[in-house]
């Protein structure tokens, strides 16, 4: 289900209090932004913010309640991606755009499959390209793995004390480095097919995910950022406080001029 407006019940059950994500986009940019509920056999398993500017999702939202079995590999192997109608989503990831650049880049999954592995149909519902942006292999199978294996881990100790962990995973186009952040170019992947039917979309220039364990006492909070880049020593992934990333979300935004105030991703 795709919409114009985030308030609707399926897209806002994935955040805390049922109050989306503010500031990544505001004016002119919204008209180029879709709200997903993401869904499978009728069910929604995640919520997707999605720039068809870029053909990129901005993030997706996913939510974890219990973790009844380990949080590891897919209950069968899924490598299909599939993609949203045309009419829905114009500007999107295809499979004849990934492979324009052969083995170097991955489809990252934004929720992975693994973290949603509890049934088939959640892990297949990660398998769109709506959930899925260009990854350099080397970033994405190296630290950011190892990170989104962390926070799989942590999900049962949120969880088995009655907590319910937030997660939004999304992208940046900034980049971190050893004197601070700076503004690269954003490259894009593609265009391809037959008179480049399939357009362009934009290779993130980092990944970031933010967590949010609500619990019966209080709250724990975390974020974790890192460069997309094909040099894995040059990736500088790292946890850091959610108002730490914010800093650095609200300076890409206000270099590429998406943004107005107020900025928070847990408002």
Not at 25 to 52: H, P, S, W
Not at 69 to 91: M, N, V
Request: glycine share 8%; aromatic share 10%.
């Amino acid at each position: 289900m795709v919409f114009t407006n985030p308030h609707q019940p399926c897209y806002i059950q994935f955040f805390v209090n049922g109050n989306p994500s503010v500031g990544l986009r505001t004016g002119i940019n919204l008209g180029n932004i879709k709200y997903i509920c993401q869904q499978v056999n009728g069910l929604v398993y995640y919520a997707t913010m999605f720039d068809e500017r870029q053909g990129i999702a901005v993030f997706s939202a996913y939510l974890i309640l219990v973790v009844s079995r380990s949080l590891s590999l897919t209950p069968a192997p899924i490598t299909t991606f599939s993609d949203f109608p045309a009419k829905c989503i114009g500007t999107q990831g295809s499979t004849a755009i990934y492979q324009t650049q052969g083995q170097q880049i991955d489809k990252g999954h934004l929720v992975p499959g693994a973290t949603y592995s509890s049934t088939r149909d959640s892990a297949c519902s990660t398998y769109v390209y709506t959930n899925a942006v260009p990854q350099y292999r080397a970033f994405n199978r190296g630290l950011w793995a190892q990170f989104e294996a962390r926070v799989r881990a942590f999900a049962p100790q949120c969880t088995g004390n009655g907590g319910r962990l937030y997660l939004l995973t999304g992208t940046s186009f900034l980049q971190n480095t050893t004197q601070g952040v700076n503004t690269p170019p954003v490259v894009q992947l593609g265009p391809a097919g037959r008179r480049n039917v399939c357009p362009a979309i934009s290779i993130p220039n980092s990944m970031r995910t933010t967590g949010c364990c609500v619990l019966p006492n209080g709250v724990r909070s975390f974020a974790v950022f890192g460069n997309n880049v094909p040099n894995a020593a040059q990736s500088l992934t790292q946890q850091m406080s959610v108002a730490s990333l914010e800093n650095i979300l609200l300076r890409d935004v206000l270099h590429h001029a998406m943004v107005g105030q107020p900025f928070s991703l847990f408002p």
